[in-house]
């Protein structure tokens, strides 16, 4: 089963392994930086869910749930 960034848990870091290849949000989400073999750490939920933070090269971004699902990733 493919694990996405949405799938990830308040403080727990994997590793980005692809971006799904029919992501309408590829090119956005590799221009901030998220690439394959980057850890990516989930740092919360907003109050009702959607954006979610992530910690990534040093800082924090916010994506939308349905950009953060395009992200496939595995344990360090």
Sequence with gaps: MKQSL???KPSE?????CIR???KHGKRLMELGF???TPVEMIRYS?????I???IRGYMVALRKAEAFDVIVHDN
Excluded: H, R, Y
């Design 6 to 8: 949405a799938d990830l």
């Design 13 to 17: 870091t994997k590793v980005i392994k």
């Design 21 to 23: 290849d029919n992501s």
């Design 35 to 37: 690439l394959p073999q």
């Design 47 to 51: 109050p009702f869910g959607d954006p």
């Design 53 to 55: 933070e992530f910690g």
